[in-house]
């Protein structure tokens, strides 16, 4: 496995992890009225998810590199950078696909950090859609 | 738009394989050395999973010796 493609794995996990807890504890925390959904809470939450998310990633791209043989490890070729343009046009539809449907929080009288946390939502779709595509095309072989 | 040979697959078959047995049994990781290619990406383009460019279609047959059509066929 190529070092690219460890990193789109490495990608998947972390920010399902890191970003699936926060939205469970902040959706969690919503529908048990312990949180305010939207509130300074979480604001702290987001900040612990997103430190937690760049020592998750900074490590396991370290080991990545370091399990990964020499001739996995080198520059993009063609054929990582193809995926990497196609992964990331998929990402930018799905995006702006998210993008239009904020219309529905706003309509419904979400305002605010409420707002800013569904915008946050449909980033982490994005980037999780961009890694599964990563994945998919890296073992399809292109 | 991306076109597919008969059996559904990419329509450039090659004959890579040989290639490397015939040069000493080059391995995948050997070829991607002297082309400034991933081995995974060999493997892809041997396996005819993906179509590589013009430029990297020549540095593979140029690695061999062969003139382009040695290497790969268009397949109908």
């Given at each position: 496995m190529s070092f690219r493609e460890k990193s789109a794995w490495i990608t998947l996990v972390s920010v399902l992890v890191c970003f699936g807890a926060y939205f469970v504890e902040l959706f969690g925390g919503l529908a048990s009225s312990h949180h305010h959904f939207g509130g300074l809470g979480s604001v702290h939450l987001l900040?612990?998810?997103?430190?937690?998310?760049?020592?998750?990633?900074?490590?396991l791209n370290l080991v990545a590199a370091w399990t990964t043989p020499k001739d996995g490890?080198?520059?993009?070729?063609?054929r990582e950078r193809q995926i990497q343009w196609r992964s990331h046009t998929i990402g930018y539809h799905v995006l702006m696909v998210l993008a239009l449907l904020l219309f529905a929080p706003a309509f419904f009288g979400h305002r605010g950090l409420e707002m800013a946390n569904f915008a946050l939502l449909a980033v982490v779709i994005a980037a999780l859609t961009v890694a599964v595509a990563q994945i998919v095309m890296f073992r399809r072989g292109a | 738009m991306k076109s597919f040979g008969k059996d559904g697959g990419l329509p450039i078959a090659n004959h890579?394989?040989?290639?490397?047995?015939?040069?000493?049994e080059m391995t995948q990781s050997d070829l991607a050395g002297k082309i400034g290619m991933t081995r995974q990406t060999v493997a892809a383009i041997e396996a005819g999973k993906y179509s590589p460019s013009l430029e990297a279609a020549f540095r593979i047959a140029h690695v061999f010796g062969a003139k382009l059509d040695e290497v790969f066929q268009w397949v109908e």
């Amino acid at each position: 496995m190529s070092f690219r493609e460890k990193s789109a794995w490495i990608t998947l996990v972390s920010v399902l992890v890191c970003f699936g807890a926060y939205f469970v504890e902040l959706f969690g925390g919503l529908a048990s009225s312990h949180h305010h959904f939207g509130g300074l809470g979480s604001v702290h939450l987001l900040l612990v998810a997103t430190v937690a998310l760049v020592a998750l990633q900074v490590t396991l791209n370290l080991v990545a590199a370091w399990t990964t043989p020499k001739d996995g490890r080198g520059p993009a070729d063609e054929r990582e950078r193809q995926i990497q343009w196609r992964s990331h046009t998929i990402g930018y539809h799905v995006l702006m696909v998210l993008a239009l449907l904020l219309f529905a929080p706003a309509f419904f009288g979400h305002r605010g950090l409420e707002m800013a946390n569904f915008a946050l939502l449909a980033v982490v779709i994005a980037a999780l859609t961009v890694a599964v595509a990563q994945i998919v095309m890296f073992r399809r072989g292109a | 738009m991306k076109s597919f040979g008969k059996d559904g697959g990419l329509p450039i078959a090659n004959h890579i394989r040989r290639l490397r047995f015939e040069a000493g049994e080059m391995t995948q990781s050997d070829l991607a050395g002297k082309i400034g290619m991933t081995r995974q990406t060999v493997a892809a383009i041997e396996a005819g999973k993906y179509s590589p460019s013009l430029e990297a279609a020549f540095r593979i047959a140029h690695v061999f010796g062969a003139k382009l059509d040695e290497v790969f066929q268009w397949v109908e």
